[in-house]
């Protein structure tokens, strides 16, 4: 497993920046609101996939966004199973691919398939570098093997693998309070727009040495 | 020298001042300002009794400027009122243009400061009966005016220093080189306020050693004609798009070219029809102040959303400008009575 | 409905007694949303399917919207069909990209060639209002040469319009939705001042700016179509930046919040959630009517014209897909071209940081441009592009970091942890019209049934060497303003035209510059994919001209009784 990443809400760059602490300020909507309430509710078990791809859909995630477990642990492979089963998609399909639900069911197959070949154990159970390294050679297209026929290694990995994830990540609020993102704004948008300016309803960065500053900024964002 | 910020209880502060800096301190026997009062008070109702029996002429026109040998001291408070309307707009509006530009430079909080005292320095002028000029409020005046003056160098050079230097996105934008010509305006009626109280009485008032009326109906033009430019920029950058916003760019405009007329040319009926014309501006400014807050609900989110919306929106603090220099017109056409003579 | 949408639509939530409009028409019963008014409706004309309308509308987006209005307005009976849903935009638009993948187009389709085109988020709207809901309100003037690119510039097909006729339609169209522009545009023939003044600029676009002013090229502010003053029930732009996916606060001039509502108050019926999946032609080869699936059920509207507005894939889908025995080939196809020189627009980037604090998310996304190499002819490859500062939100600045620089863990977490230093340079290019790129039909079906449009898609020599150009240009514009860390978005396309193009040829083109097709004389297309060439600009705003421009041809054609 990786290292423990810095809790993005108490270390990182912004200290003490939880955007959901704005959740009842003027830069949420109702609709804002309910949205973003229901991704935080997400079923964590498999809906469409099942539960051994779906293991190994998680173990996949941990390498892709590596996360800690706590509070602000996005379940990333909930969501990715969850846009399968609503059949939530980009609106196109690569010629070359079977749809996202059976793309996406072959694939982790055929990543199971060939840890067995190589480790003997399924890829949830390798070690940190036998799942990356396995990653890699996904990544560049050096996988082969009869599993890997209906699902081109590398096309999949670009379109599907580091797509439906890191997208799924990218929309938790955990990742917008790492990265300092002010998150929903409507009705309130924004007032100061030039270099260095923030509101003070935007995540303070902590310079060098002003971490406490930034931190007791952060707090009271709202 | 160092201001303490205002304490909770000006009148006790602004005698504590007064104190400190009257120069030829006389014994303040407040028996005697209380007659004084009195009397003027009666005096005044008598007079406007009368005016009040000319039928035919609205209210404001009716006025007529008491005739009396204190005409000095009645237009430097009238004055000092006028300058503490303005630098009390520019109190509030420095306030949140200044914080929405986070007061990046320390520089930034000097108006407030200095605008601060001023409406201190006004409110006691505006209370002040006597015949000389006063210390605390003199320096106060040319410290406004002074501010006013660097602050403009201070907004241009801002303009000027963005990327695209001196275009209009950034005139539109960035510090309004007009805004700190307010308190400018401010500092000068009050430096002229001053100068108006120490002729002696029965004299007539000059400032600068000329004629007071002409003088300061030339500063009230002058300052109309910038606070006007300032309403144009914002106005024209809104798109004019609600028509009550040209109305601060034809009414103060008039008014100050007919003060300047009446200046000139004198004459009882242009000195009416500036008048006429000066109250409205006084209106006009009073006006903006709520159809600025109108602006400000019609923003998104309206005024729940006032975090963002007081800053972004119409700057409710600014229209009051116009009834400031508009009042300053009318202490300037009080003192323009009886020129023609 | 389709079990997706039905699915979509719960997932999207169902409001206390308001049916998510994903699942529920919304313009029906006399009355249509008011976008502008919280819980508000305007009353609406309808007319029953078997009532012949003078015009039946196919899209609602920036062509057919603005066809809608100005038809209705003129005293014809409209009826205009969106498969999209009707939004307010105040309760139902969310400040999340996520959920607000509501306003794309996600129906099957399929891409494949060279360079398959992304779709969706990336150039298809499906709402009424169409893409303009989710545009990014960059409202530009076509080059004056780029109407005439094979005689004056060499290569592709002219326009069947003088520069200056469209440049009085551009008047008009800026006019109707009040761009906010600059007081002085910097290149072209002169044009009117922008009816709104100008946006201030963001830390984004300052970049650009101060980039520009070190290689001493001009830059400005971009002309954009979101007020920066009230406009009747808009409020001016609170700079919330989620503009590419709806603007929840109406600033955003979308047709469905200006040509819209103007459609309706002047007695067009729009019929939202309504796919129209075949035109009808009768034995004398003239349009009677469409095919269309609405409320769980297949009707027929009879229509003495009818107007295709579906945009660049579905107009000539729709065309090809109504083929009959008579029209083997489609619709309006005697020259065989229906479908055939789709082009896109180059749309690669630099990306890079800043040292100082950025937060490019504040803001519409491109708020300073420039128009240099549209302008200026000393390169090596046909047409021009423009360039913009862009503030893409997490979940596409992360498509943009795994897409160009293939990131994972916790290279890709260090990488987004700088967002709010993060600044870019985005072209928009001008593809050139191949006649190999094209739209086909595959024989996969979508959810009605209809055969999916097959999407292929190639860069020739020409297209490349523009993104070569731009990719150098932008780079040192980039070190010039002291952005580090630069790299390159190499495979970014966008904006859709072309595969009905028109022309002054029959032989040559689909419709004639009326946008009336040859074939029929009373079928016209007005969208995007009538354009021989797509410019070097964001071509809306020419869409809305040349509807503009459509609406008066049509006038003219019923006053002298040849319509
Ligand atoms: C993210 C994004 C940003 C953009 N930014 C800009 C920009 O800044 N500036 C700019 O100029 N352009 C921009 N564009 C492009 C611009 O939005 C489009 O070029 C333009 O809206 C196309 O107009 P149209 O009328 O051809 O089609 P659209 O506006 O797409 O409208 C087509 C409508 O037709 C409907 N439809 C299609 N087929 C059918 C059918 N069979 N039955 C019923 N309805 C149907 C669709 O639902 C859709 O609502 C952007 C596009 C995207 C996706
Ligand atoms: S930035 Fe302006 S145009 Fe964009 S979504 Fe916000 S209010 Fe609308």
Known sequence: ?222 | MSFQPLPARPERTLRLLDSLFRRNKPAADPARIALDRLGRSFERARATAIVAARPGLPDALRHQPLVSPRKGVDAARALNRASGLLAFSVLTDSALEHYRGAFRNKAMFTPLATSALTVAASLHGTTDQRESAHLFRDVTYALAAVTGLVGTAFHVFNVGSRVGGFRWVNFFYRAPVGAPMAILISGLFGVASERLRREGPGGRPTVFGLGAGRTLATITAGSMAGTVGEAWLLHFRGNFQNPAMYIPVTIPPASGALLMDAAIRGGEKRRTAARASLWATVATGIAGTFFHAYGVQRMMGGWRNWKQNLLDGPPVPTPPAFTGVALAGLAALDLLEGDDA | MCADQTILANREGLRSGNLSPMQQVRAAGGRAPDPHVTGGWLSMQEYADGEEVDFAIVGTGAGGGTLAAELAEAGFSVVAFDAGPYFRPLEDFASDETAQSQLFWTDKRIVDGDNPLKMGSNNSGKAVGGSTVHYAMVALRQRPESFASRTKQGFGADWPISWQEMWRYYTKAEDALKISGPIRYPWGPKRPRYPYRPHDLNAAALMLAKGAEALGIDWTETPLATVSAPRGKSPPCVYRGFCRVGCSTNAKQSALVTFIPRAIRAGAEVRDLAMVGRIEVNKDGRATGLHYHRAGQWRFQRARNVIVAGYAIESPRLLLNSATDRHPDGLANSSGLVGKYLMTQSNQAVFGVMDDEVRWNKGPPSLAITEHWNYDDRKDFFGGYIHMSQGPLPVEWSSVLTGSKGLWGDALLGELDKYNHQVGLKMVGEMMPQERNQVTLADEVDQYGLRVARITYSWCDNDKAMIKHALDFMQQQAEAAGVKEIFRQKNDTNHLAGTIRMGADRRTSVVNADCRSWDIPNLFVCDGSVFPTTGGVNPSLTIQALALRTADRIKELSRRGEL
């Not at chain 1, 497993?1 to 990182?12: A, I, K, L």
């Not at chain 1, 070949?117 to 036998?130: C, I, P």
Request: aromatic share 8%; hydrophobic share 40%; proline share 8%.
């Open chain 1, 1 to 222: 497993m990786p290292d423990r990443q810095p809790d993005p809400v108490e270390e990182g760059r912004f200290p003490g920046y939880d955007v959901l602490r704005k959740r009842s300020s003027m830069s949420w909507n109702d609709r804002t609101r309910e949205v973003v309430d229901r991704r935080l509710a997400v079923e964590r078990g498999p809906r469409t996939l099942s539960a051994d791809a779906f293991r190994c859909l998680e173990a996949v995630c941990a390498q892709i966004v590596p996360q800690n477990q706590g509070p602000s642990f996005a379940p990333l492979a909930a969501y990715v199973d969850e846009g399968l089963t609503l059949g939530l998609g980009p609106g196109y399909r690569n010629a070359e691919l079977p749809e996202a639900p059976e793309a996406w069911a072959k694939a982790l197959a055929a990543l199971d398939a060939t840890a067995q070949r190589e480790h003997d154990a399924v890829f949830a159970a390798l070690d940190d570098a036998q799942q990356k390294s396995l990653l890699q050679r996904m990544q560049k297209g050096e996988l082969s093997g009869p599993e890997w026929t209906d699902v081109p290694p590398k096309l999949f990995f670009s379109q599907h693998v580091l797509t439906d994830i890191v997208a799924a990540w990218a929309a938790h609020p955990s990742a917008w309070s790492r990265i300092g993102f002010g998150g929903p704004a409507s009705p309130r948008g924004y007032v100061r727009m030039g270099f260095g300016m923030r509101d003070s309803w935007e995540a303070a960065e902590a310079h060098p040495g002003q971490e406490a500053k930034a931190a007791r900024e952060n707090r009271r964002v709202r």
